[in-house]
């Protein structure tokens, strides 16, 4: 069709509406790409009465049509395309929202689950829960316990998701009804598969109780799972970092949604980005032992290094996440010394330089008050984040293939050169 087309097809029906297989004739694209366009808010549909089929206007298609040309012929001119649409995260004036509803907002009112059936779906389902066949689960703990004692959680994630990769007939189909199966099925097997702290402990509930058995041995409470939950919620997605990028990648070359998330798990476990809520667990430890912050700033700014735990680029103000959780952990009377030690760091780096806490340290004075090793805020964060990755490779899948295809600056010696010698 051409978009001439379009327009000559609108006033055979009421009001101009195009059927599902026009429009996505139309756009060239299959019909579940359609629906992942009104999934992210790029098309509206409209149930016709007495029909369970949806229609579309066809302004909204031609234009949408004409954006997608536009966008096309600027990659080719370029040879790559890296812009990145999304109707899933954004950040905007020291805030961030999950499909337009303010993110502390809807973790402070709904569970990690609903919060991840929202980023996936714009729905949101009371209750929610994920389980996984126990196929599945065993699968992935027998390839967990083969790896070695020291294996990081992040190793072990990684081989959980392959293990339930491979229990999946269907993984490379990536219709939207079989990505959210998979995500579905993928979370809690990740939570699932990571040791327990303690045996005895039963592996039911919600995510944020399965998950508080594999970070300490420590009995939990209300108050404490609530911090949990939250912070699961408040982790599970934050726009284009790092490891949402590689995911996006790997699914603009269709790699399965299992695959995408192993792309994420590699590129989380940089310091830079998923382990530094270790670096803000470790200094608040350091703190808390020798009882006041300045000597420990003093030597960690002596060695070069930045303080973990304070500032974040996309935030010049507070990091709406660490409010969030420094709000709950405030009525934690566990969290009071952890508390007033991350205070302390602030208050000693802002003599010089006013940088603000960020997500790290609240998850450093959550994790250091109830026990947990300094890989529990990595390991929260990985799979509060799995929400995120899933939600992004859905998004991708829709985009034209392998549209992710830079092309190197060659910077090296210029040919011809002769043959090296042994």
């Known amino acids: 069709m051409t978009l001439m087309r379009a327009h000559e097809l609108a006033p055979s029906r009421p009001e101009g509406r195009l059927t599902t297989k026009e429009t996505a004739e139309f756009l060239g694209v299959k019909p579940e790409t359609v629906y992942a366009y009104v999934s992210r808010g790029l098309l509206s549909s409209r149930r ?27 990659s080719s001119a370029s040879g790559v395309d890296l812009s990145v649409r999304t109707g899933i995260t954004l950040i905007e004036e020291g805030r961030y929202y999950f499909r337009g509803v303010d993110a502390t907002e809807l973790t402070a009112h709904h569970s990690f689950e609903e919060v991840t059936e929202w980023l996936w779906t714009g729905r949101l389902v009371p209750d929610a829960t994920f389980t996984a066949p126990d196929s ?24 959980a998701a392959i293990a339930a990769s491979a229990e999946d007939p269907l993984r490379f189909d990536l219709s939207e009804e079989s990505v959210l199966g998979a995500g579905r099925v993928l979370i809690p097997t990740l939570v699932g598969a990571l040791p327990k702290a303690r045996r005895d402990h039963p592996d039911d509930g919600p995510l944020a109780h399965r998950l508080w058995r594999r970070l300490t041995g420590r009995p939990s409470d209300d108050a404490s799972l609530r911090v949990l939950d939250t912070a699961l919620g408040l982790l599970a997605d ?33 310091p830079l980005h998923g382990a530094a809520s270790g670096l803000a667990h470790r200094l608040l430890l350091e703190v808390l032992d020798q009882g006041t912050a300045g000597p420990v700033i003093a030597a960690e700014l002596r060695a070069g290094r930045r303080v973990p735990g304070l500032g974040h680029r996309l935030y010049p103000g507070e990091d709406p996440r660490a409010q969030a959780l420094f709000g709950l952990l405030e009525q934690l009377p566990a969290a009071e010394p952890a508390l007033l030690a991350a205070r302390d760091i602030v208050a000693t780096t802002a003599r010089h330089t006013p940088l603000h806490a960020n997500v790290d340290l609240a998850l450093a004075v959550f994790t250091a008050s109830h026990g947990m090793p300094d890989t529990a805020g990595e390991t929260l964060f990985a799979v509060a984040r799995t929400a995120g990755w899933i939600a992004h490779a859905l998004e991708e899948y829709g985009e034209r293939p392998l549209r992710m295809r830079p092309s190197g600056q060659y910077v090296g010696p210029r040919p011809p050169r002769p043959l090296p010698e042994p």
């Open 136 to 159: 599945t689960m065993d699968a992935a703990r027998r390839a967990v316990n083969a790896l070695p004692a020291h294996t990081s959680p992040t190793d072990r994630l990684r081989a």
């Open 238 to 270: 934050h726009d284009l970092a790092a490891s949402t990028l590689a995911v996006r990648v790997a699914a603009s070359a269709r790699a399965h949604a299992y695959a995408a998330v192993s792309a994420g798990l590699g590129a989380l476990e940089g």
């Open 48 to 74: 016709e009465p007495g029909s369970r089929a949806s229609t579309f206007d066809a302004q909204e298609v031609t234009d949408l049509a004409r954006r997608n040309r536009r966008e096309a012929a600027a």
